[in-house]
Nanobody, 127 residues
Framework: QVQLVESGGKLVQAGDSLRLSCAAS????????VGWFRQVPGKEREFVAA????????YHADSVKGRFTISRDNAENTVYLQINSLKLEDTAVYYC????????????????????WGQGTQVTVFS
């Protein structure tokens, strides 16, 4: 079992930067690929970024590429999402998710591939 807790979401101005954290507990976290997703009311959960269990592979959605960066610190059991140049359309609840991975390089992109989820953290961008 892996428990995930997101933090770092807040009210920010467009153009600012923000770093979200996903703190994990559970002995198998280092064996997990981790993803970030976001969701706004009335819309489907959207994939944002994923990182492999070893951290050697990452994938970012086209909509955020160049502005968002996913990283992980396995010693701290934490995955981060650095968000730069925030836009109004980045407003959403951001979730991290994890799945046990047999591959050091897999970066799952579908929410259906993940087994463990955090409660989410709200990011609100204003102009």
């Amino acid at each position: 079992q892996v428990q995930l807790v997101e933090s770092g979401g807040k009210l920010v101005q467009a153009g600012d930067s923000l770093r979200l954290s996903c703190a994990a507990s559970g002995r198998t976290f280092n064996n997990c690929a981790v993803g970030w997703f976001r969701q706004v009311p009335g819309k489907e959960r959207e994939f944002v970024a994923a990182i492999s269990r070893g951290g050697g592979s990452t994938y970012h959605a086209d909509s955020v590429k160049g502005r968002f960066t996913i990283s992980r610190d396995n010693a701290e059991n934490t995955v981060y999402l650095q968000i730069n140049s925030l836009k109004l359309e980045d407003t959403a609840v951001y979730y991290c998710a994890a799945v046990d991975s047999g591959s050091y390089y897999a970066v799952p992109r579908s929410w259906m591939q993940y087994d463990y989820w955090g409660q989410g953290t709200q990011v609100t961008v204003f102009s």
